[in-house]
């Protein structure tokens, strides 16, 4: 007894559609995401000032998320002690 061969299904248009968006989707949607920001900072700010320094932002803290976690405390450590006019002690339990 011979096994049957069903002819093979043509490629439909979606499938294709499907298979791109599946393989490249998330790449796009990831580059248009800053694309879409800077054209919004452009409209409304007419620079891209808050563009760049969220993207420097970002690639700082991503070398070195403990040391990024570190100087922020240090920077509202300072900011506290100089709004309340008091001094920075090491022993201060809110640090």
């Not at 002690?89 to 201060?92: C, F, H």
């Given at each position: 007894m011979e096994a049957a061969t069903l002819p093979a299904r043509p490629a439909v248009r979606g499938d294709r559609v499907k298979a791109f968006v599946g393989t490249y989707g998330l790449i796009l949607l990831?580059?248009?995401l800053p694309v879409y920001f800077g054209i919004y900072d452009l409209v409304h700010d007419g620079n891209l000032t808050r563009l760049g320094n969220n993207l420097v932002r970002t690639a700082s803290q991503a070398g070195s998320s403990g040391a990024g976690t570190l100087i922020r405390r240090a920077v509202v450590r300072q900011n506290y002690c100089n709004a309340t006019g008091s001094e920075s002690?090491?022993?201060?339990s809110l640090w």
């Open positions: 990831l580059l248009a002690r090491s022993g201060n």
